[in-house]
T-cell receptor, first 116, second 112 residues
């Protein structure tokens, strides 16, 4: 089956620094990638949708200048949390879809971000 | 706006019994609905998809039903095992039809 990887799996950073999380589709080309955030005991909340080569579409309430998303190739999307604060500590999960007509989204294993 | 509710936050059952999880949705008529399994500290894993014109779908010990009149899906695990203990999420496409949105999940605990 299709595999999506994320790197790093865990990151701890100081408040005010920026953190980059990578999401890769390993065995398929992902025309669309998604970024979700999950707080403890909560559901996955969609942050943004990105199509390869174009700007990401952010969900209401998600600051695009704080959460920078780049989808420069069909196998890689990155999420950069800029000037991170403790309230940004969360579990970030990416997913990928193969084509515009595809239904299934394949999820990465997640990245645990802790901001001190 | 569309809403997905998984009524039970937690469900505890004995090994061998059937677990039944509920997913209700409002303000939307999805073409299909999906169920995922999520283990602690991991991303969701796809289990089953059921389309609006399908009443029931089965995969090994899993069964999903979809009632578009009631706006409800039921997810059953028969002959449950401790290894089935996890959080189960239902998901629908958002109104734009571009991405999945999820319910809060039901955490199933199967005791031996």
């Amino acid at each position: 089956g299709a595999v999506v990887s994320q790197h790093p799996s865990r990151v701890i950073c100081k408040s005010g620094t920026s953190v980059k999380i990578e999401c890769r589709s390993l065995d398929f080309q992902a025309t669309t990638m998604f970024w979700y955030r999950q707080f403890p005991k909560q559901s996955l909340m969609l942050m943004a949708t990105s199509n390869e080569g174009s700007k990401a579409t952010y969900e209401q309430g998600v600051e695009k200048d704080k959460f920078l998303i780049n989808h420069a190739s069909l196998t890689l999307s990155t999420l950069t949390v800029t000037s991170a604060h403790p309230e940004d500590s969360s579990f970030y999960i990416c997913s990928a879809r193969e084509g515009s007509g595809a239904i299934e989204q394949f999820f990465g294993p997640g990245t645990r971000l802790t901001v001190l | 706006s569309q809403k997905i509710e998984q009524n039970s936050e937690a469900l505890n059952i004995q090994e061998g019994k059937t677990a039944t999880l509920t997913c209700n949705y409002t303000n939307y008529s999805p073409a299909y609905l999906q169920w995922y399994r999520q283990d602690p500290g991991r991303g969701p894993v796809f289990l089953l998809l059921i389309r609006e014109n399908e009443k029931e779908k089965r995969k090994e010990r899993l069964k999903v039903t979809f009632d578009t009149t009631l706006k409800q899906s039921l997810f059953h695990i028969t002959a449950s095992q401790p290894a089935d203990s996890a959080t189960y999420l239902c998901a629908l496409l958002n109104q734009a039809g571009t991405a999945l949105i999820f319910g809060k999940g039901t955490t199933l605990s199967v005791s031996s």
